[in-house]
């Protein structure tokens, strides 16, 4: 995989939307944490454009990553937030120029459609990471570890700390691979696709919201189903939040029906990875190759 360059103070970074419309107001907050980093920041010429629940037409917000992407003083982008959009796009972006002068591509959920297609298409990492809509709610510490991350400061994820009933759920074990993933949702409607996730003896990160349990089931079925499951290295479960159930209940956790799809494999598996749809999501690098290392306690290290 190919590392963009690591930010540096005095550097261009972009903020697009691919998905849901933002206001002035909402991103303001955000432009100044990106500044005082000692960033440039260069809002997309259509970022505050309104089409129904979209920042813009398709066209709109295609032309705004496309200008970002082909842009060589722009050395990151930062996606202004998820919601649903961004693969009404994906297929319209010509990623030559990126190919050749990659760039640090920063955001999830919705965005775990950018992630994946860049993976199949241009061997680039890519970061996992809160977008511009949630960057003044995180902590201090994860806002610095967000910074750490895009400045080239290597990261390292240690944890003792955990819900009992997540904990016992872990699978022991160490384990390496490339590290890819993200929203469980978006994975499986990439199913079959040109963005479709290659999982094949990497470690998966997986992490939801608002699903009804059922829904949980359905898609880990899929992913076993499609050979998603059998051939990692391990599995890093991060948030799965605002689970919904049905008046009949589903009768497990969303955690519990994964363990449950996985529980035929050998790799090690760690529940509650502090990295999703929560308020302190923690950065992880897509594409690079990570060790994970569960014993009573978690680690994850990025390689250098």
Known sequence: ??????????????IVATARKVSKAEMRPAISILESWGLKVQAGKNLYKDDRQFAGTDEDRAGDLQRALNNKNVRAVFF?????????????????????????LIGFSDITVIHNHVHRHS????????????LPKLS????????????????RY????????LEKLNRKGKSSGVLTGGNLSILYSLMGSASDADTNGKILFLE?????????????????????????????????????????PFGRTAEEIIAE??????????????????????????GREVTLNVTEKMELTFQA
């Open 261 to 286: 799809a996985v529980a035929e494999y050998d790799y090690p598996v760690v529940y509650g990875f502090p990295a999703g749809h929560i308020p302190n999501n923690y950065p992880l690098i897509f």
């Open 140 to 155: 201090a510490q994860c806002l610095q570890v967000l910074k750490d991350a895009l400045f080239g400061q290597r990261l």
């Open 123 to 134: 061997s680039v990492e890519t970061l996992h990471a809160p977008m511009c809509l949630n």
């Open 208 to 248: 939801d919201l608002d699903e009804y349990l059922y829904h949980i089931d359905r898609m880990m079925m899929n992913l076993k189903r499609n050979g998603k499951l059998a051939g990692l290295k391990g599995l890093i479960v991060g948030g799965m939040t605002e689970m919904k159930d049905n008046p009949t």
């Open 80 to 104: 202004a937030r998820g919601g649903y959009g961004s693969v009404r796009i994906i297929d319209s972006i010509d990623w030559k120029k990126f190919n050749k002068d990659p760039k640090w």
């Open 158 to 165: 240690s944890s003792s700390k955990q819900q009992p009933a």
């Open 1 to 14: 995989m190919t590392r963009p360059p690591f930010l540096q103070a005095g550097d261009t970074v972009a």
